[in-house]
């Protein structure tokens, strides 16, 4: 761990870095008034280089931050770093000015991340841990031919054509169906197939169905994210290879992405950074991922986040993705709780 004195240094170089885009000398360091020599300052930055926080590029003099320095500036960063009041309050009149759909916040969501940090956002739709049920419908169709028309509290619908052992009348079927959503109305799959013990042999089929349905449901990926901000991104001069940025495409495209960080992000506890070498993606070494959850811990949830080049403002990036968590997190609280 660098000491004080290297730890301001260090500071100064990633953000003069980020800022300018050039490497930094030690005549610019100097110059930021840390009370001690420019030849103190030269062994401070041999000592930052040595222990691995900084390199020295063969085409300059100055040095830049490795991805061991950016690491060490954004754990002292991650505690300080907040929006203004202002922006604050901009960001949640603007969520109170779209209608209350869970597609409108996402879409929300992704356009202000990427305004706000000047790079690509990703936002995906909140998703239950486990499905529950809220109402179900059983229509006859032909004879033996049923529609099972399930509805998940989750405001989606699922249908399933049962075929019975005798024919049954609407009232008969409706009965039924009345029944079970008394019974199971606000239950996992799990749950209801612990009840499912008693009851007639279409209560015990239906049953069967309904947990079958909802298991499955439980088992979809997240669907593919809301991204906004892609122009923003493909302008940083770190991506101004052609090749970098058909790979990079490619990626966010195929879903990719989505599926090398989610995993990590959903065991995680608050804003998550991976950087460079961090990402598992090839395409993504010369990224950086900065990532939360949002929504009901153990209920329901997505993710939104940011990518960019390794030499992204943190310092904007981060307390932005944190806030928006914040808002959706109370966004899907109120329509879900």
Same mark, same amino acid.
């Given at each position: 761990? *660098?000491?004080? !004195?290297?730890?301001?240094?260090? +500071? %100064? %170089?990633?953000?003069?870095?980020? /800022?300018?885009?050039?490497?930094?000398?030690?005549?610019?360091?100097?110059?930021?008034?840390?009370?001690?020599? /420019?030849?103190?300052?030269? +062994?401070?930055?041999?000592?930052?280089?040595?222990?691995?926080?900084?390199?020295?590029?063969?085409?300059?003099?100055? !040095?830049?931050?490795?991805?061991?320095?950016?690491?060490? =500036?954004?754990?002292?960063?991650?505690?300080?770093?907040?929006?203004?009041?202002?922006?604050?309050?901009?960001?949640?009149?603007?969520?109170?000015?779209?209608?209350?759909?869970?597609?409108?916040?996402? !879409?929300?969501?992704?356009?202000?991340? /990427?305004?706000?940090?000047? +790079?690509?956002?990703?936002?995906?739709? *909140?998703? &239950?841990?486990?499905?529950?049920?809220?109402? #179900?419908?059983?229509?006859?169709?032909?004879?033996?031919?049923?529609?099972?028309?399930? $509805?998940?509290?989750?405001?989606?619908?699922?249908?399933?054509?049962?075929?019975?052992?005798?024919?049954?009348?609407?009232?008969?079927?409706?009965?039924?169906?009345?029944?079970?959503?008394?019974?199971?109305?606000?239950?996992?799959?799990?749950?209801?197939?612990?009840?499912?013990?008693?009851?007639?042999? #279409?209560?015990?089929?239906?049953? +069967?169905?309904?947990?079958?349905?909802?298991?499955?449901?439980?088992?979809?990926?997240?669907?593919?994210? =809301?991204?906004?901000?892609?122009?923003?991104?493909?302008?940083?001069?770190?991506?101004?290879?052609?090749?970098?940025?058909?790979?990079?495409?490619? $990626?966010?495209?195929?879903? /990719?992405?989505?599926?090398?960080?989610? &995993?990590?992000?959903? !065991?995680?506890?608050?804003?998550?950074?991976?950087?460079?070498?961090?990402?598992?993606?090839?395409?993504?070494?010369?990224?950086?991922?900065?990532?939360?959850?949002?929504?009901? &811990?153990?209920?329901?949830?997505?993710?939104?986040?940011? $990518?960019? *080049?390794?030499?992204?403002?943190?310092?904007?990036?981060? &307390?932005?993705?944190?806030?928006?968590?914040?808002?959706?997190?109370?966004?899907?609280?109120?329509?879900?709780?």
């Amino acid at each position: 761990m *660098p000491t004080p !004195r290297r730890e301001k240094i260090l +500071n %100064i %170089i990633v953000e003069e870095y980020i /800022s300018k885009g050039v490497p930094v000398g030690s005549e610019h360091v100097a110059r930021k008034g840390l009370g001690v020599s /420019s030849a103190t300052i030269r +062994n401070e930055m041999m000592a930052l280089e040595e222990e691995g926080y900084i390199m020295h590029p063969h085409t300059s003099a100055g !040095r830049v931050p490795t991805e061991k320095g950016y690491r060490r =500036y954004i754990e002292t960063l991650m505690g300080y770093a907040r929006l203004t009041q202002d922006e604050q309050l901009m960001i949640r009149h603007q969520f109170h000015q779209v209608e209350r759909v869970v597609e409108e916040w996402a !879409r929300l969501a992704a356009a202000i991340l /990427s305004g706000m940090v000047h +790079n690509a956002a990703l936002v995906t739709l *909140p998703k &239950p841990v486990e499905a529950r049920l809220k109402h #179900l419908e059983l229509v006859p169709l032909h004879e033996l031919f049923v529609l099972l028309v399930l $509805v998940l509290k989750e405001a989606k619908l699922r249908q399933q054509v049962l075929t019975l052992q005798e024919p049954l009348s609407q009232e008969e079927l409706s009965a039924s169906a009345r029944k079970l959503t008394a019974d199971y109305a606000g239950l996992t799959a799990s749950q209801i197939s612990a009840r499912n013990k008693k009851g007639t042999p #279409l209560e015990k089929q239906v049953t +069967n169905a309904i947990v079958e349905m909802m298991e499955a449901e439980g088992q979809e990926e997240y669907e593919e994210p =809301y991204v906004d901000g892609l122009r923003h991104m493909l302008r940083q001069p770190e991506f101004a290879s052609s090749e970098k940025i058909a790979a990079l495409l490619e $990626v966010i495209e195929q879903k /990719s992405l989505l599926k090398s960080f989610l &995993p990590r992000v959903i !065991r995680g506890e608050g804003v998550q950074v991976f950087i460079g070498r961090e990402n598992k993606e090839k395409a993504m070494r010369d990224c950086s991922v900065i990532v939360t959850r949002y929504g009901i &811990p153990g209920e329901v949830g997505g993710a939104l986040g940011v $990518v960019g *080049p390794i030499r992204m403002e943190y310092d904007r990036a981060i &307390p932005t993705v944190r806030f928006l968590s914040k808002v959706m997190s109370e966004l899907v609280g109120d329509l879900y709780g």
